[in-house]
T-cell receptor
Framework: AQSVAQPEDQVNVAEGNPLTVKCTYSVSGNPYLFWYVQYPNRGLQFLLK??????LVKGSYGFEAEFNKSQTSFHLKKPSALVSDSALYFCAVRAQAGTALIFGKGTTLSVSS | NAGVTQTPKFQVLKTGQSMTLQCAQDMNHNSMYWYRQDPGMGLRLIYY???????DKGEVPNGYNVSRLNKREFSLRLESAAPSQTSVYFC???????????FGPGTRLTVL
């Protein structure tokens, strides 16, 4: 069965420190991977995606994600966190062409000043 | 370019009442989706429409019906609302099924 997991319900970091939000997946075939962010009382916003090519993908707001095929992971990273990055982050995976995205349960990122 | 719009933003229903949530997109996307979001459950797919004229069940379709009215519009209907349907409902669209999705602002529904 195809699935995606976000092992941490919450991640806490201090402003200016690097942040990582973890995502692992289980699919057959080559996955398409996505990260979304949700601010309070808003819809989800697309951050970045990996389809093929360079394992390090750059996205919006200074975020990047690293695809690791051997570890089946797609962790979201940012070199220097901002308080305004505090939000709920979702990882999603598409297993095969034409199938719907499968979303993880989300990780709450809290950045303290 | 408004993206994905949803109406209403908030709604309170009594058990047994019916209502329709409206969604429209102006990005000429083929695929549209309805999700519900509950604390600790993430996003769960209710129904989706891969293209105009087609609809398919997602993970949690019971108690809901959908209509893909045209390429732009995809509505979600609750025929007889239950307290378990209290949730935040999101509509989304994508160029094709499996591409990145663009989300509306959500409808917060409470069923008493």
């Amino acid at each position: 069965a195809q699935s995606v997991a976000q092992p941490e319900d919450q991640v806490n970091v201090a402003e200016g420190n690097p942040l990582t939000v973890k995502c692992t997946y289980s699919v057959s075939g080559n996955p398409y991977l996505f990260w979304y962010v949700q601010y309070p009382n808003r819809g989800l916003q697309f951050l970045l995606k990996y389809i093929t090519g360079d394992n390090l993908v750059k996205g919006s707001y200074g975020f990047e994600a690293e695809f690791n095929k051997s570890q089946t992971s797609f962790h979201l990273k940012k070199p220097s966190a901002l308080v305004s990055d505090s939000a709920l982050y979702f990882c999603a995976v598409r297993a095969q062409a034409g199938t719907a995205l499968i979303f993880g349960k989300g990780t709450t990122l809290s950045v303290s000043s | 370019n408004a993206g994905v719009t949803q109406t209403p933003k908030f709604q309170v229903l009594k058990t047994g009442q019916s209502m329709t949530l409206q969604c429209a997109q102006d990005m000429n996307h083929n695929s549209m989706y309805w999700y519900r979001q509950d604390p600790g459950m993430g996003l769960r797919l209710i129904y989706y429409s891969a293209s105009e004229g087609t609809t398919d069940k997602g993970e949690v379709p019971n108690g809901y019906n959908v209509s893909r009215l045209n390429k732009r519009e995809f509505s979600l209907r609750l025929e007889s609302a239950a307290p378990s349907q209290t949730s935040v409902y999101f509509c989304a669209s994508s160029v094709e099924r499996g591409n990145e999705q663009f989300f509306g602002p959500g409808t917060r529904l409470t069923v008493l």
